[in-house]
């Protein structure tokens, strides 16, 4: 039998309501597949551990981190006692940036089930791939005085590992789905970065000339996203771009509380982490109404990302089924609980 070892970091607000609920179906799952077991180690970083500790996580944390398979977070963040700031930069992006996490994956589906915000949306389908480590997000940069001006100076980091690792990537999953890639430029505005994250495009593309590609200015793909988003397979984008587009795909899917996120160590030197795109929501916390769907699907792409690929789809399938029954929470425009919305995944699991 295998055994994966997972890290559980429920952290703040509604993620210690949701990452339970993913944990029993997690466990449903392995249990139905027989082959595999989880696990669990649970830690208790969050803002509460920052109050009591004056950190976020243990100065050992990122060691004991590292001897687990993958880890699985809920939420950080809780602004009225702790600052964002110190928060995230505590827990979030430290394993984010230690770990090498340099992408982060984002699939925006439409659910059966579920409405789109969009009129006429298709049945969409697709994964944004986002550098996760450089790019537009640098620190190079500060303010100065020129004349009687005041000036700020932002640059970019484009380097070709970071750049070629990412789009490798797409192009890898690309292959294992419908085979194309959609590269997000903006190589008629910004002349110096984006020529050249074309330039190393249309290279990555040479080596896999199976998969079908395109390059989209990334003001006409985030109109596409919201006109016509079947169309789209593997989207790969820079730190920026990808921020903004995973958030159209997130919205276009009908709720925040439904959307999975990865952020994946491609290196293989350390764990990768499991995150949905939702934040701690903190107005809903203690009433037992969040949304678990993100956190489930999300604990979908770690199987995936494990390569229990079955179990996997049957959890995505679970979560679809249960949604067409009319089980949702109230964000969906549903009634029912988180608890039962959970109970309501593991029995259509084990019904299999
Ligand atoms: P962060 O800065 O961590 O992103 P935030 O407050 O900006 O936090 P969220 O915590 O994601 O963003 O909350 C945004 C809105 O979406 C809130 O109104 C929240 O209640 C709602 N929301 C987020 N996640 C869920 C969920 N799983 N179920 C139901 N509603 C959710
Ligand atoms: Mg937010």
Same mark, same amino acid.
């Given at each position: 039998?295998?055994?994966?070892?997972?890290?559980?970091?429920?952290?703040?607000?509604?993620?210690?309501?949701?990452?339970?609920?993913?944990?029993?179906?997690?466990?449903?799952?392995?249990?139905?597949?027989?082959?595999?077991?989880?696990? +669990?180690?649970?830690?208790?970083?969050?803002?509460? $551990? $920052?109050?009591?500790?004056?950190?976020? *996580?243990?100065?050992?944390?990122?060691?004991?981190?590292?001897?687990? @398979?993958?880890?699985?977070?809920?939420?950080?963040?809780?602004?009225?006692?702790?600052?964002?700031?110190?928060?995230?930069?505590?827990?979030?992006?430290?394993?984010?940036?230690?770990?090498?996490?340099?992408?982060?994956?984002?699939?925006?589906?439409?659910?059966?089930?579920?409405?789109?915000?969009?009129?006429?949306?298709?049945?969409?389908?697709?994964?944004?791939?986002?550098?996760?480590?450089?790019?537009? +997000?640098?620190?190079?940069?500060?303010?100065?005085?020129?004349? @009687?001006?005041?000036?700020?100076? !932002?640059?970019?980091?484009?380097?070709?590992?970071?750049?070629?690792?990412?789009?490798? +990537?797409?192009?890898?999953?690309?292959? !294992?789905?419908?085979?194309?890639?959609?590269?997000?430029?903006?190589?008629?505005?910004?002349?110096?970065?984006?020529?050249?994250?074309?330039?190393?495009?249309?290279?990555?593309?040479?080596?896999?000339?199976?998969?079908?590609?395109?390059?989209?200015?990334?003001?006409?793909?985030?109109?596409?996203?919201?006109?016509?988003?079947?169309?789209?397979?593997?989207?790969?984008?820079?730190?920026?771009?990808?921020?903004?587009?995973?958030?159209?795909?997130?919205?276009? *899917?009908?709720?925040?509380?439904?959307?999975?996120?990865?952020?994946?160590?491609?290196?293989?030197?350390?764990?990768?982490?499991?995150?949905?795109?939702?934040?701690?929501?903190? @107005?809903?916390?203690?009433?037992?109404?969040?949304?678990?769907?993100?956190?489930?699907?999300?604990?979908?792409?770690?199987?995936?990302?494990?390569?229990?690929?079955?179990?996997?789809?049957?959890?995505?399938?679970?979560?679809?089924?249960?949604?067409?029954?009319?089980?949702?929470?109230? @964000?969906?425009?549903?009634?029912?609980?988180?608890?039962?919305?959970?109970?309501?995944?593991?029995?259509?699991?084990?019904?299999?």
């Amino acid at each position: 039998m295998k055994k994966w070892d997972i890290a559980v970091i429920p952290g703040d607000g509604i993620g210690r309501e949701v990452v339970p609920a993913a944990v029993r179906v997690l466990n449903a799952a392995a249990e139905l597949h027989g082959g595999i077991k989880f696990a +669990y180690e649970e830690f208790p970083w969050s803002c509460d $551990y $920052y109050l009591q500790h004056g950190v976020m *996580m243990p100065d050992n944390g990122l060691d004991i981190l590292k001897g687990f @398979d993958a880890i699985f977070l809920g939420a950080v963040g809780n602004p009225a006692v702790v600052p964002d700031h110190v928060s995230l930069w505590g827990l979030l992006i430290k394993i984010r940036r230690e770990f090498e996490q340099s992408i982060n994956v984002r699939p925006a589906k439409l659910l059966k089930g579920l409405a789109s915000p969009l009129k006429h949306p298709g049945e969409f389908d697709f994964m944004v791939v986002r550098e996760n480590s450089e790019g537009e +997000y640098s620190e190079i940069g500060g303010t100065i005085h020129r004349g @009687d001006d005041e000036v700020a100076i !932002q640059s970019a980091v484009f380097t070709r590992k970071g750049t070629e690792r990412a789009m490798e +990537y797409a192009f890898r999953l690309a292959k !294992q789905r419908s085979g194309r890639v959609t590269s997000a430029t903006k190589s008629n505005g910004i002349i110096h970065s984006m020529p050249f994250w074309d330039k190393v495009f249309k290279e990555i593309s040479g080596r896999h000339p199976e998969v079908e590609t395109n390059s989209v200015h990334i003001d006409a793909l985030a109109a596409f996203f919201v006109i016509r988003p079947h169309i789209f397979d593997v989207i790969v984008a820079s730190n920026l771009f990808g921020d903004i587009l995973t958030d159209i795909g997130a919205a276009i *899917m009908g709720s925040i509380g439904v959307a999975p996120a990865a952020n994946i160590n491609l290196n293989g030197k350390f764990p990768s982490m499991f995150e949905p795109v939702h934040g701690s929501a903190p @107005d809903i916390v203690g009433k037992g109404i969040a949304n678990p769907i993100g956190q489930i699907w999300t604990a979908k792409m770690m199987l995936d990302h494990l390569g229990e690929l079955d179990t996997g789809a049957a959890v995505l399938d679970a979560i679809e089924r249960v949604l067409e029954s009319g089980v949702k929470t109230p @964000d969906l425009g549903g009634t029912s609980s988180t608890d039962e919305v959970t109970d309501a995944v593991i029995r259509v699991l084990r019904e299999k």
